[in-house]
Structures are given as C-alpha cells and as structure tokens.
C-alpha cells in the first residue's frame, strides 16, 4: 500500500502560477506586432506600465519620433489626437518614475527604454517610452565611451554591441526595463518610415493596442 502511494503521490501534477514568468506586452500596430518582456529588476518601471497597458492608455497613441539607426518613441499622452505636424515629446501624465538603472540592463538592440527630459535624479517619464534600433559598435567606440563614461562594458555586452550594435552611449543615463523578444522587423519598418524636421514620421504610426500577454500556467510532475 505504502508503495503504491508513492507511487501515486509521484504521478501527481501540481498547477502552479507562473508568478516567475515575465511580463509581456503585446504591441499591435498596422506593421504588425511587436512583443517586449518587462525586466523583473526594474519593479518601479515595470509595473508602471503593466499599470497603464492594464488601463489602455496605449491605445492609439503613436510612435511620435522614430530614426534609423536610433530608436522609435511613443507613448505621448497628447499625440492620441495631435494635428499633422504638430511637434510632439512634451505630454506626460503629472508624475515621473524613479530611475533603475543598473550595470545589467544595457542599450542593446531591442532594448525598452524610459524617456526621459534633463531631470537631475534620471527619473523618467510615466508614460513615454522608445525601442533601441541602434547600430554595431566597435571595440574602439567602445573604449572611448568607457574613457568619456567611465562605464565599463562586459566581454558579454562587447560581443552583443559589436554583433547586434545598440546605443552605448545611452547607458547610465536612461532606465531600460524591457526588450523586444518579437518583432524587431516591425520595430525597423517603422524607424524607416519617411519623418519631417523634427522626426515624426509623415503619417501617424499608431500603437493599435497595447495589451499584457497571459501568463501561462505551468505543470510540474513529481
């Protein structure tokens, strides 16, 4: 009897939440969509924005500067019904959140950052966010920014800047809390669309939905 019910108890499949799996956010737009997992380690950003895609606040705002080899922005709260030409970069929502920058997450391609103006604490926008197209670095660009800097960057972080590329020369001054882990072709067709003086690009690119991906639960069989 004992027997068999260890050997019951080892067929046993337990459900367990999956409160370890990132959060995930699905961008729709006209392109196509793109998906960024939220870092863990950025809890104060992370959940900001968990808070507002909860709320739809994304919900066709639009992707007001965007340039090659640089990054898309979004997010402004005034671009939802701004006028052909109207300069944009400025809407907020009345609050800052604090800045999380650590040495780990850095500007690769793909990297989700805060917008941020010159706040002398890095606290950035509550709303406003860009996605990191970049360009590869060399060994020797990056040796100048670590002289300018005096940030030092892993053999791990050399290799992705070299291979991938990203900006460098963004780190430490500007949170990054997330990456994009589907849809960088998305993100590259819409950092080269045709854009105006100040690099808003010529018809408005919106954020269709911005909506929290379900966690799946996991199965685990002892």
């Known amino acids: 009897m004992k027997k068999n019910i260890l050997s019951l108890l080892a067929l046993i499949i337990i459900a367990v939440s999956a409160s370890a799996q990132k959060n995930k956010l699905k961008i729709e737009t006209e392109y196509g969509t793109i998906v960024v997992m939220l870092y863990d380690n950025t809890p104060l950003n992370t959940n900001n924005m968990v808070k507002l895609a909860k709320e739809h606040y994304y919900d066709s705002t639009i992707f007001h500067r965007c340039i090659p080899k640089f990054v898309i922005q979004g997010g402004d709260s005034t671009s939802k019904h701004a006028k052909p030409g109207q300069m944009l970069g400025e809407g907020g929502l ?129």
Do not use: W
Not at 129 to 141: C, E, L, M, Q, S
Not at 152 to 167: E, L
């Open 94 to 222: 009345g609050y800052t959140v604090p800045a999380e920058i650590n040495d780990s997450n850095y500007h690769k391609r793909g990297a989700l950052g805060v917008a941020r103006d010159n706040t002398p604490d890095k606290s950035g926008s509550a709303c406003q966010f860009y996605i990191v197209v970049g360009k590869p670095f060399t060994d020797a660009d990056l040796d100048k920014l670590t002289q300018r800097t005096g940030r030092v960057y892993t053999p791990a972080q050399r290799a992705v800047y070299k291979k991938d590329g990203g900006t460098p020369h963004l780190d430490g001054n500007y949170t990054v809390f997330g990456e994009v882990i589907e849809g960088m072709d998305i993100v590259d067709k819409i950092a080269n669309e045709a854009r105006d003086s100040h690099d808003r690009p010529n018809k408005d690119i919106r954020m269709l939905t911005v909506r929290m991906m379900k966690k799946k639960k996991r199965f685990i069989l002892f």
